[in-house]
């Protein structure tokens, strides 16, 4: 059962575009939405989070939006650079399950110079 | 500050062999996770200590995978024996602590093909 579906699978944005990225989650429980950024041959490192008492939350170029009643948030990344390439997780967790992650399959970002 | 250290970082073996595999956290860190990665899928979680305490295991193929953590500090992943299916990266992260929030730094991985 995949709980936490993410979109497009893959994305190539020209460089200064705006990088889009989905997930949707089906389990209404979960109350934690971070995402993950990871380089070939490292582990993903936190981007940044969102709990779904606010519907926008903005770190940088980073912002993340959030519908809580279509179950749904995502990932806008401005102004994209090449040194944005990477593969981009969303991930979502429940209050009464610590600190227990579920991952979505990922989205292999190329920004284009 | 150091990051979480894992090794080895690439080990290759046939089916039916044991593997295993050691990770050190950041210094301080109470809770320790290890996730098998499949290639182009997100990471799944395996099994969670707290300290020298397992949390959770309930997905951890627990007829063929075992992990410890003693003295709640270094752990160790271990597979016997091996399937094909095994084939992954194999991450473990350390967080300050198990609740909520606390941010999971990621060592490198551990990428095991099994021939």
């Known amino acids: 059962q995949q709980q936490v579906k993410q979109s497009p699978q893959s994305l190539i944005v020209q460089k200064g575009g705006i990088s889009i990225i989905n997930c949707a989650y089906e389990?209404?429980?979960?109350?934690?939405f971070p995402w993950y950024q990871q380089f070939p041959g490292k582990g993903p490192a936190l981007l940044i989070a969102?709990?779904?008492?606010?519907s926008e939350k903005k770190e940088g170029r980073f912002t993340i939006s959030f519908n809580k009643s279509a179950k749904q948030f995502s990932l806008h990344i401005m102004d994209s650079q090449p040194g944005d390439s990477a593969t981009y997780f969303c991930?979502?967790?429940?209050?009464?399950?610590?600190?227990?992650?579920?991952f979505g399959g990922g989205t292999r970002l190329m920004v284009k110079p | 500050e150091a990051g979480v250290a894992q090794s080895p970082r690439y080990k290759i073996i046939e089916k039916r062999q044991s593997v295993a595999f050691w990770c050190n956290p950041i210094s301080g860190h109470a809770t320790l996770y290890w996730y098998q990665q499949i290639l182009g899928q997100g990471p799944k979680l395996l099994i969670q200590f707290q300290n020298n305490g397992v949390v959770d295991d309930s997905q951890l193929p627990k007829d063929r995978f075992s992990a410890e953590r003693l003295k709640g500090v270094d752990s160790t992943l271990k597979i016997q024996p091996a399937k094909l299916e095994d084939s992954a990266v194999y991450l473990c992260?350390?967080?300050?602590?198990?609740?909520?929030?606390?941010?999971?730094?990621f060592g490198p991985g551990t990428r095991l093909t099994v021939t």
């Open positions: 992260a350390s967080s300050l602590d198990q609740g909520q929030g606390y941010e999971q730094y």
């Open positions: 389990n209404t429980a979960f109350d934690y």
């Open positions: 969102i709990r779904p008492d606010v």
């Open positions: 991930a979502a967790s429940k209050t009464n399950a610590g600190n227990m992650l579920t």
